[in-house]
Every structure is written in structure tokens, then in C-alpha cells.
């Protein structure tokens, strides 16, 4: 987020009586990313309750090829995501929850994927190693590959979210071994076609409506132990 929006955002919760601040964060910038974890680590002793929102779509008719089309989005949308995660994951506090902004189209892009494929997704043994290796064969088959009239930015951004969704569910499982004890719930979601920059006007949520699931997820009450390592919408959980 640009400083100037950032402001911008805080002076208008600042109007509504709220508290606010902002920390500008770059996600594709590795550097951006320790600094904000030590900061929040040094100022907070870490985090309650981490949103992961930023992503990118390519706009339709894109020139670029597909594999580049794919690197540049699987670049942020996964590979950053998956970076913010790495650092920030040893922050979450006991009884924290993690929210990543996934997208129902990651289901549209899991079946767009090999049998085999979608079962290795869907698998409980799956590791981070063996997804990001899955997801770096999308970019090198793409590379190899000829064209097909399917191969778009929608389908790029479909397979960016995922992966988001299995690395959430694989994170899930990693905290339920080595954190048993202290609460952490973390789920992938889908806020529904929300009128962003991103998506544009003709989108059928207002960003309000597009919160209520991510804000669900991360105020789940203290105690509660469901949902957990899912993808949920409308603050449901969606068969994976």
C-alpha cells in the first residue's frame, strides 16, 4: 500500500473514533517483510491476528505469455504470501488467528489441474517443499508448452489462489503438531467479487460485504477450535 493511502485509511477510521495506525508493507520486497516482522516483534511481541490480503490479477489480454503471466502472478499472489507466512507465523501469539485471503477460484483452478494433481492438493500428507515445487512446474510446463486457448490471467490468478489455499491448509496441520496447545486457528477464504481496484465497479460486493468473512475468521472466539485449515465463504466452509 502507497503511504498516502495509508493515511488516508487511518484518518478515516481515525473519524470514526478508532484507534488506527499504518506500517507500510511490501510483500514482493523481502526486505520490506523482515523489517515489519522485527518491527512488530520489537514494538508488540508480535501479532494477534494476521491478514494476508495482498494480491494481483493480470488484466485480460495480457501480451506477455502465459508462463510469464504466470511467474509474475504466482510471484506475489503465492511465492509473497508464502514469504509473509514464513516470517510472521513464528509471531502469531497463542490464541492468534491467520486469515488468507484465498479465493473460490482457487476450487475452479484445482480442477483445472491433473487428476493426479488435484489428489496430491487435496492430500493431508502434502508438504510446503512439495507444493512450492508443484506450483514452480505450472511456470516450467507453461515454458515448455504450447498455448492453449485456456491459458489466460484469470486461469494464472485461479492457480496462484490455489496454492494459497493448500499452503494454508498445510500450515494449519504444521500448527496443530507443533503448537497444540496454544489455540491458533488459520484458514484460507474467499470474500466473494468485491468491488476493488483489482476487479473493478461491475463487482456484486461492496468492500464491507467482502470483509464480513476474513472478519469472521479473525475474531473467532477464544476457545474455538473449528473452522480450521479450510477455505471458508460466506463464513462457510467449502468442500476442498
Avoid at 82 to 99: Q, S
Avoid at 146 to 151: G, S
Avoid at 200 to 205: I, L, Q, S, V
Wanted: with cysteine; aromatic share 6%.
Amino acid at each position: 500500500m502507497c503511504r498516502g493511502r495509508g493515511q488516508a485509511a487511518v484518518e478515516s477510521l481515525s473519524s470514526q473514533g478508532l484507534n488506527a495506525k499504518f506500517r507500510q508493507l511490501d510483500i514482493d520486497n523481502l526486505n520490506s517483510i523482515t523489517a515489519a516482522a522485527a518491527f512488530f516483534k520489537e514494538n508488540y511481541g508480535g501479532v494477534d491476528v494476521l491478514v494476508n490480503n495482498a494480491a494481483i490479477l493480470l488484466k485480460a489480454g495480457d501480451p506477455n505469455p502465459y508462463s510469464v503471466q504466470l511467474d509474475v502472478t504466482f510471484k506475489t499472489n503465492f511465492y509473497a504470501t508464502r514469504d509473509m507466512l514464513t516470517h510472521f507465523m513464528p509471531l502469531v501469539k497463542a490464541g492468534g488467528r491467520v486469515v488468507n485471503v484465498s479465493s473460490g477460484l482457487s476450487i475452479t483452478g484445482l480442477k483445472q489441474c491433473e487428476p493426479a494433481l488435484q489428489q496430491r492438493f487435496r492430500s493431508e500428507d502434502i508438504t510446503e517443499d512439495e507444493l512450492v515445487g508443484l506450483m514452480q512446474q505450472f511456470v516450467d510446463n507453461a515454458k515448455k508448452g504450447q498455448p492453449k486457448e485456456e491459458d489466460t490471467p484469470l486461469k494464472a490468478y485461479n492457480l496462484s489462489k490455489t496454492g494459497v489455499t493448500v499452503l494454508s491448509m498445510i500450515l494449519a496441520r504444521r500448527l496443530s503438531k507443533e503448537r497444540p496447545n496454544d489455540g491458533i486457528l488459520l484458514n484460507a477464504c474467499c470474500p466473494g467479487w468485491v468491488r476493488t481496484d483489482m476487479t473493478g465497479p461491475e463487482a456484486t460486493k461492496s468492500p464491507e460485504e467482502g470483509a464480513i468473512t476474513p472478519v469472521y475468521l479473525a475474531l473467532l472466539p477464544p476457545g474455538a477450535t473449528e473452522p480450521h485449515g479450510k477455505l471458508v465463504s460466506d463464513k462457510a466452509v467449502r468442500e476442498w
